[in-house]
Structures are given as structure tokens and as C-alpha cells.
């Protein structure tokens, strides 16, 4: 509910506002000190909002948008980016009249305070109210946590990670390997979700081996 989301919500804004602060400060004070070899990787399509946005996408940030445009391109290092994150992307950018970075970085947005959310949510369930507060405290600041607004598939993947193992635990094993099906078409990290399933599965009351067939359905 909105109690239970309030502290994750809040957590999840001021550390995304202190990390693009640092990060446009860094790109707009410090240009002259960025690595000069930058170029290599930097392109026309990561700089269609203005710079004030745009030092949300780098790096892998140029494949993810060049797939949202235009699809996959063979040979390239495109296929090694699952479609999930991409699809959204495209979907939003075509609606913001072609502003694909601003797009990567909603949907990253809304992801990542649905992580948040839901991690709270089932650290709430298994630990208590404090131990939620700080495992929501401790993704904030963790040091990968700066992708979570950034125009990659992270913040999407934890989500849907997150939310499989939440369904999981409220007995929704069908939901949940929607769910995990989800993640396996934006990180092929999704794989390590099919393990946990079964064992959930396998733990049902009176369930058995007939347990695992319960993946198959959303109950």
C-alpha cells in the first residue's frame, strides 16, 4: 500500500537526484579531464535531449537505443542485448517524438522505484520494518546502483527479479515465472530466477514433483 511505499519511493528519489546531480556536474565542470579516448563509444544518438540528460546515457547505452531505433544488425555486437528494454525504450521514444535517450531513461526510472518498492515490500514480509528500510538504503547506495536511472537494462531486470521472488512468496508461482520469463528477455542473468522457482515449487505443501508443474500457470 502507500504506507509501505512511501519509504522506498523516497529513498529511491533523493539518491537518483544526488546521482544525476553528480554526474552532470562531473560532465559540465570537468569535460576537459574526461578520458580523451571517449569517442570510440560516444555517438550522435546518445546526445538528443541535451546535456543536462544525455550524461544519463553512455557506454553499452549506445546499443540498447540503436536497437529501440532501428532493430537488431548482423554482424554487429547488437544480438548480445536481450529485447525487453530495448522494446520499451523504442515503444516510448517513437511516443516522445523521437527522443529515445529521454525514453531509456523513464522506463529505467519507473523500474528502478518499482524495484525499490517491491524489495521493501518483501524485506517487510521476511525481516521487519527496519531491515526493509535498509535494504532499500543499502541498493541506494550501492556503487552499481548508478545504473538504475541510467539508460540500461538494470533497474528493468531488478524489478522483475525482485517482483518474481515477491510473487514467489505470496504462493503466485504462476505469476512468478511470467515474471522470470520477463527477466530472461532482458538478462540472460534470468537464468539463475528458474532454480529459485523449483524451489519454491518443490516446497508447496503437498505438492512434490507436481509442484513444478504449477510454473506453467498463473495461480
Known sequence: GRRTAGPALR?????RAAIWALAAATVLLFEHRLNP???AWDTARLHDTGALLDVLARWD?????????GGYTWPSASPAFLPLYPLLTGALGRLLTGHFVAAGVVVSLVAGAVAFVLLHRLSLARLGEAAAYRAVL???????SLFLGMVYSESLFLALAVGCFLAAERGRLGWAAALAGLALLTRPQGLA??????A????????????????????
Open 200 to 219: 519454491f515449487a518443490w516446497q508447496r505443501p503437498g505438492r512434490g514433483w507436481r509442484g513444478l508443474g504449477v510454473l506453467a500457470l498463473p495461480v
Open 11 to 15: 529513498i529511491f528519489l533523493w539518491s
Open 61 to 69: 547505452s549506445n546499443w540498447f537505443l540503436q536497437i529501440a531505433e
Open 37 to 39: 579516448e571517449r569517442g
Open 138 to 144: 543499502f541498493l541506494a547506495v550501492a556503487p552499481m
Open 193 to 198: 530466477l528458474l532454480p529459485a522457482l523449483a
